[in-house]
């Protein structure tokens, strides 16, 4: 097989790992970074020398002026929030920012969406609430499957924008009827298309030669994973899922680059484990140390600003986390977050209705699982200051190499910090 240059970075857990400050890291000689899948639901810390930003839908390369940045053809794309978010960080990095091209095979994120997302969020009984973003992500990922969405691509074309609104809005007004929401007029959407053709049309581009090329002659290529395998729709805790596929398959599915050319995997977990919204969470904890994670680890939504649940890591779920990516290298991000902590837990294994499970089982069983820990001694040092492996305090090594064993995979890159410059290559 030949040698590619391409890694995908993905989250091994249900989102928020730290996957944008370990994008942001590896991609200071990038040549391209394409985000693959997801839409603004994302909240990708990154603090750099340009400042502290919250992406949300542009990849995490765009602090480097040489990395062309891609919003692939898996992702949905609301330009509303596109704009907000350039403006913002073109104030706040003093950079023009304007490595960044959409693929014209992304769906729109249109106001609709958005209605609908909080409308049927709303109908969910309490037990089955998702916790949605609200930012139109599901109805948009239904219209794509249902042959009725609108892509970038459809923006260039006004009297295809045209004839093509006019067929699926009649549909659209009768479900936001049924929910009791305002309805739209053609023109007006129309109008918002047009203005969104002004600002971007230049930017919406065919990504397969670009991408291609760059696969063939061994450029560095980054596939930026938005939220983690726990909220895969296919493989996560369906149905409180997110509507796309996060893992390393949704990469080649979402991103112009061929499965085979993904050559390195970079899983990315915290040293605990966080999770917002619905769905089981096995080793969620509900005392004092939840709250000690929460408030030391600043786990609050980037994107909601919602508290994160908390709990400590499930080596279980991490394993067939790595199996399932076909992870060749972990990122454990946060460490220091436990540099206090008297006694640290793993889950190694689960118990439910009496019988013990070794393995992850389906969201059904998982409501009903009583994990399983083993325990560890804390290293009771500050970490933050670490700057090569051998800077970590004994007890930290172990823990990484205790992980390392139960996962069979080796952790290469630990970070004490949230800044750029926060993190040991091993
Ligand atoms: P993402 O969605 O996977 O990119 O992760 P988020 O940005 O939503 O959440 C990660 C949070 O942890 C952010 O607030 C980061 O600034 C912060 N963070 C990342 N790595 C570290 C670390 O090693 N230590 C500490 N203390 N914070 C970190
Ligand atoms: P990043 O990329 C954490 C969660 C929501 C909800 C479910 C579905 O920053 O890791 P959606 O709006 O996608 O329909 O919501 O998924 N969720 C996230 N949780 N980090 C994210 O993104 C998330 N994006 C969605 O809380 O439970
Ligand atoms: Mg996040």
Do not use: H
């Given at each position: 097989m030949k040698k590619t240059n391409v890694t995908a970075i993905v989250g091994?857990?249900?989102?928020?790992?730290?996957k944008g400050r370990i994008v942001d890291y590896f991609a200071q000689d990038a040549d391209i970074v394409i985000r693959y899948q997801g839409g603004d639901n994302a909240g990708h810390t990154v603090i750099n020398d340009k400042g502290k930003f919250a992406l949300h839908?542009?990849?995490?390369?765009?602090?480097?002026?040489?990395t062309m940045n891609i919003v692939g053809a898996g992702t949905v794309v609301n330009f509303n929030t596109m704009h907000e978010e350039l403006e913002n960080i073109r104030k706040i990095?003093?950079?023009?920012?304007?490595n960044v091209f959409i693929d014209s095979r992304a769906h729109l994120i249109m106001p609709y969406h958005q209605d609908l997302d909080g409308a049927e969020e709303a109908k969910r009984d309490s037990s089955q609430k998702?916790?949605?973003?609200?930012?139109?992500i599901g109805p948009c990922y239904t219209d794509k499957a249902s042959r009725s969405g609108l892509r970038?691509?459809?923006?260039?074309d006004e009297e295809f924008l045209e004839k093509r609104l006019s067929m699926l809005l009649p549909r659209k007004n009768r479900e936001l009827e049924y929910y009791g929401l305002k309805t739209y007029e053609l023109k007006d959407l129309l109008a918002l298309c047009a203005k969104w053709k002004e600002e971007f049309g230049s930017f919406i581009i065919d990504t397969v030669p670009v991408v291609r090329e760059a696969v063939e002659s061994n450029k560095k290529v980054l596939l930026e994973g938005q939220l983690g395998i726990m909220r895969?729709?296919?493989?996560?805790i369906y149905p409180y899922?997110?509507?796309?596929?996060?893992?390393v398959a949704g990469a080649a599915n979402g991103s112009?680059?061929?499965?085979?050319?993904?050559?390195k995997v970079i899983g990315v977990a915290k040293a605990y484990s966080t999770s917002v919204g619905g769905g089981p969470y096995m080793t969620e904890l509900f005392d004092e140390t939840a709250t000690k994670l929460r408030e030391i680890g600043g786990e609050?939504?980037?994107?909601?600003g919602r508290p994160r649940r908390c709990g400590w890591f499930d080596a279980v779920a991490a394993d067939y986390a790595c199996y399932m990516n076909g992870v060749t290298d972990l990122a454990l991000t946060k460490?220091?977050?436990?540099?206090?902590?008297?006694k640290i837990l793993v889950c190694t294994g689960y118990q439910i209705d009496g019988q013990y499970y070794s393995y992850l089982p389906e969201t059904n069983l998982q409501e009903r699982a009583k994990p399983i820990y083993k325990e560890f001694d804390g290293w009771?040092?500050?970490?933050?200051?670490?700057?090569?492996?051998?800077?970590?305090?004994e007890k930290a090594k172990e823990y990484v190499l205790e992980l390392e064993k139960m996962l069979n995979?080796?952790?290469?890159y630990i970070s004490v910090?949230?800044?750029?410059?926060?993190l040991i290559v091993r």
């Open positions: 091994v857990q249900y989102g928020d790992e730290g839908i542009l990849p995490s390369g765009i602090f480097n002026p040489d990095s003093k950079m023009p920012i304007e998702i916790g949605t973003t609200k930012r139109g970038a691509g459809d923006l260039l895969d729709n296919d493989w996560g899922t997110t509507s796309s596929n996060p893992t112009a680059v061929p499965a085979w050319a993904i050559q609050y939504g980037a994107t909601t460490m220091d977050v436990l540099d206090t902590f008297e009771m040092e500050d970490t933050s200051k670490c700057e090569k492996w051998e800077d970590l305090p995979t080796k952790i290469s910090g949230p800044k750029r410059e926060q």
